[in-house]
């Protein structure tokens, strides 16, 4: 068990460009959330995927926010024409069929 | 709708005392609850849960809470704190009658443990 696995930790981009982010379960976790935390707040949800299915989309993923997880397997988040105000750490958390979800370290990204 | 709350942005204890870092929540059916610490820069580490069964659970490092139905309250206790316990605390619950999958975190509560 090598726990959830974020690429990459950091990243620094300009105003207007896109960046993806990418999320390892644990193995054999078929449940998987995305979640986005900005400083002095809790996560807030974005996304969830049950296998590949994404089942359920938080009204704060605009259009500009898309996320997908093919094989049910690792999963990506895409943020296009990045603002300001993405500027937070998008955390990747999986799950076994029941109960808790693990965490990984976070991505940080910063919009300049 | 289902929400959290944390009614304290900070807490600060000497290190040895008892600590208590409290929790509300709301919920349509019956909640399950969460505790999660989090370090500096780092993603949330799973501290303990209530799903069912006794209403004091414990967890890591020496942590417990208690589920209070009736005050709909799980507040996080551990009889006594080490400065190394200083950290950002979360409470999360997940209402199991929505039919949602998320998990709500509340705002955080931050320990200070004074040596």
């Known amino acids: 068990d090598t726990g959830v696995s974020q690429d990459p930790r950091h990243k620094i981009t300009k105003r207007g460009q896109n960046v993806t982010f990418r999320c390892d379960p644990i193995s054999e976790h078929n449940r998987l959330y995305w979640y986005r935390q900005t400083l002095g707040q809790g996560p807030e949800f974005l996304t969830y995927?049950?296998?590949?299915?994404?089942?359920?989309k938080s009204r704060l993923l605009s259009d500009r926010f898309s996320a997908e997880r093919p094989k049910g397997s690792f999963s990506t988040l895409e943020i296009q024409r990045t603002e300001q105000g993405d500027s937070a750490m998008y955390l990747c958390?999986?799950?076994?069929?029941?109960?808790?979800?693990?965490f990984g370290e976070g991505s940080w990204l910063t919009v300049v | 709708a289902q929400s959290v709350a944390q009614p304290e942005d900070q807490v600060n204890v000497a290190e040895g005392n008892p600590l208590t870092v409290k929790c509300t929540y709301s919920?349509?059916?019956?909640?399950?609850l969460f505790w999660y610490v989090q370090y500096p820069n780092r993603g949330l580490q799973f501290l303990l849960k209530?799903?069912?069964?006794?209403?004091l659970v414990k967890g890591s490092y020496g942590f417990e809470a208690e589920f209070n139905k009736s005050q709909t309250s799980f507040h996080l206790k551990k009889p006594s704190a080490l400065v190394s316990d200083s950290a950002l605390y979360f409470c999360?619950?997940?209402?199991?009658?929505?039919?949602?999958?998320?998990?709500?975190f509340g705002t955080g509560t931050r320990l200070k443990v004074l040596a």
């Open positions: 209530y799903i069912t069964g006794d209403n």
């Open positions: 995927f049950q296998n590949e299915a994404q089942l359920e």
């Open positions: 999360a619950v997940r209402d199991n009658a929505s039919g949602t999958y998320k998990y709500i």
């Open positions: 958390a999986s799950s076994p069929a029941l109960n808790t979800i693990y």
């Open positions: 919920v349509s059916g019956n909640p399950y």
